[in-house]
Structures are given as structure tokens and as C-alpha cells.
């Protein structure tokens, strides 16, 4: 409703001559309108005029209210209150001409103040989705020299294990820069497309870590909005599982598919990466990776869990959307 009154609103105010000759137009209209159906309206001669008051206030302003009150009223008494083309209207009509009047006053002093308020809320959200985009834009910029930092750092070690490290680090920087690339444009308050977030990372992910093997990367992903930092708890997930899968589930030239779901069910978000990889290792050892993902799950209100999927290994985490609607 108010994105519609909005809609209604001009963007400019008109002349004086402009408003009064446009009050004018739509009270002749309603006369009209009024006049062909003179036979169900015969007993409701003010009836068709009230929203016609409160269009030309809603338009242009209380001025133009008040005077559409006056003209209406004016008509109304003239055309459509017995004796017909005649203002000796009676007493009891001209009471109800009067209280006419003042609730068409009424209406349109408190239309003007709801045009006010309107105004007032759009010039505010217009504001926040600004300030909203620009401090998406300079966090991307700062993670983006994060990233840099790292990669660099990366490039001039000469320990794979140093280097490993780095480039997990820097992945999970790039998970939170593409979720703040995300809220660029967003009018909705922050929420990120879960699905387009997720494969786009999972995308980056396959270029960036399958070499020449021939591993596709696959993600079925409910249209579901959520806040950023949700958004970005899950694509740490996903890009720690889907890494993790990369990396040990298909040794040497081996190929296959993971697969990433994200569904819900009941009040629960369910994401599950699985591979047709070698499978789950017999003696599970977490690495960091796996620590993370279960401290990102518990945070949310969620669990992991890890089974056999035969083949291929599959992990489950259950995230409670009670968790993160509050986050």
C-alpha cells in the first residue's frame, strides 16, 4: 500500500492554476460519473465525492483539498439534493452539506500530513539503500587488498604448507567479498540471493581448484533471500565442504560430480555437499576446515553430519531458520 501511494505521488509540485484546473477536471469527472447513476445513488448524493476530495488532497494539497470539498459540495446541492437546480437545499441537507465539509477539511489536512510522512519514509529508505551501497562497496575494496595481501604473502613462501594455508585464508576472505558484492543495488535491506551467491562461488571454486580433472560442480539451491550475514556463514560452508571434496576425494586424473543442495525443510535450512568421490575417510581426523564448518553450523543453531554415500561421502548440516531470521 504505501509503495503504491508513492507511485501516486508526483515527483514535482504544479502550479497553482495547474492544481485548482486538475481539481476541477476530476470533480466535473465525478459529477459525471455521478449524474449516470443518478438512480442507485438517488438517496447518496455526496457519496461519489468523498474519494474524490481525497484524491485531489492525495495529488496536490490540502489546498486543492479543500476547494475539491467546497466544489463538490457546491455541485452536489445544486444537481443532485431536491429541489434540483437550486440551492434552497433545506435545513436538514444543509447540515449534511455541512458536515460534508468539514470531514472533506478533515480529510484533507490529514492527507496532506500522510503525503508528508510518505515523503519523508522514501527520501529515508532512498538514503539507507545509498549508505547501503557504499559500505558494501569500500568493505569490497578493503577485502579486496586483504585478498591481495594474502596472495602475495602466499606467492613469496616457499613452504606448501604455508602456502596451503594462505590459500584457504584467502578463499574464505573471497567468500565474504562476493557476499558484500551481493548487497551492491540491494533494496531489500541487506539480503543476499542465496542461490546466485552460492553458484557463483561454487563456480569460482571448480575453476580454481579441479585443475584439469574433469570434476563438475553442481548447485540446486532454493530461491531463498537471506540477511549478509547469513549469506555468508553458509558460503563458508559450502566452499569448506566443496574444498574439502576437491582436494581429497579425487585423487590423481580421477572425475566426477559434487553436488550442493540447499533445501528447506520444515523449519530447518539443510545444506548438503556430496561427492562420488573415494568416500568418507574411515578414520575421520577434522582439520581445521571441518572445525570451522561445525563451529559455523553451532553458531546458526545447526549440526553436521558426515556418512557414506556409497559411493562418495556426504555431509549434512541442519541450520535452524529460527537462528537466521535473528542473525
Given amino acids: ?126 538514503a539507507k539503500a545509498l549508505l547501503l551501497e557504499e559500505l558494501a562497496h569500500r568493505t569490497k575494496n578493503d577485502l579486496a587488498i586483504i585478498s591481495s595481501a594474502i596472495t602475495l604473502q602466499s606467492s613469496a613462501s616457499r613452504d606448501p604448507a604455508v602456502r596451503e594455508a594462505l590459500s584457504a585464508a584467502n578463499a574464505r576472505v573471497l567468500v565474504v567479498a562476493q557476499a558484500q558484492e551481493r548487497l551492491r543495488g540491494d533494496v531489500s535491506g541487506g539480503l543476499v540471493g542465496l542461490s546466485a551467491y552460492v553458484g557463483a562461488l561454487c563456480h569460482g571454486l571448480g575453476d580454481l581448484l579441479r585443475d584439469v580433472r574433469p570434476i563438475a560442480v553442481r548447485v540446486n539451491c532454493v530461491p531463498i533471500s537471506v540477511p549478509s550475514s547469513v549469506a555468508v556463514h553458509v558460503g563458508l560452508i559450502v566452499n569448506e565442504l566443496v574444498t574439502n571434496s576437491l582436494k581429497y576425494a579425487y585423487p590423481t586424473e580421477r572425475g566426477g560430480v559434487i553436488s550442493v543442495d540447499i533445501a ?57 531458520e529460527r537462528h537466521l531470521l535473528s542473525t
Fill in 1 to 126: 500500500m504505501e509503495n503504491m501511494l508513492v507511485r501516486l505521488l508526483p515527483r514535482r509540485r504544479y502550479g497553482v492554476a495547474l492544481r485548482y484546473a486538475a481539481t476541477c477536471l476530476i470533480i466535473a469527472i465525478t459529477a459525471l460519473l455521478r449524474y449516470s447513476l443518478d438512480g442507485p445513488l438517488q438517496h447518496f448524493p455526496l457519496l461519489l465525492f468523498v474519494p474524490a476530495v481525497f484524491l485531489c488532497a492525495l495529488l496536490f494539497d490540502r489546498g486543492s483539498g479543500f476547494f475539491a470539498t467546497l466544489l463538490s459540495a457546491a455541485m452536489s446541492a445544486y444537481f443532485f439534493i431536491e429541489p434540483y437546480f437550486s440551492f434552497a437545499i433545506g435545513l436538514q441537507n444543509f447540515f449534511a452539506l455541512f458536515l460534508f465539509i468539514v470531514i472533506g477539511f478533515t480529510m484533507s489536512l490529514v492527507t496532506e500530513a500522510l503525503r508528508e510522512t510518505i515523503r519523508r519514509l522514501d527520501e529515508s529508505e532512498r
Fill in 264 to 320: 528447506s525443510e520444515g523449519a530447518n535450512l539443510v545444506v548438503t555437499v556430496a561427492d562420488d568421490g573415494v568416500g568418507c575417510p574411515a578414520e575421520f581426523d577434522p582439520g581445521l576446515g571441518s572445525k570451522l564448518v561445525r563451529l559455523l553450523a553451532k553458531q546458526l543453531g545447526g549440526r553436521v553430519e558426515r556418512e557414506n554415500a556409497d559411493p562418495g561421502c556426504r555431509v549434512r548440516v541442519t541450520l535452524d
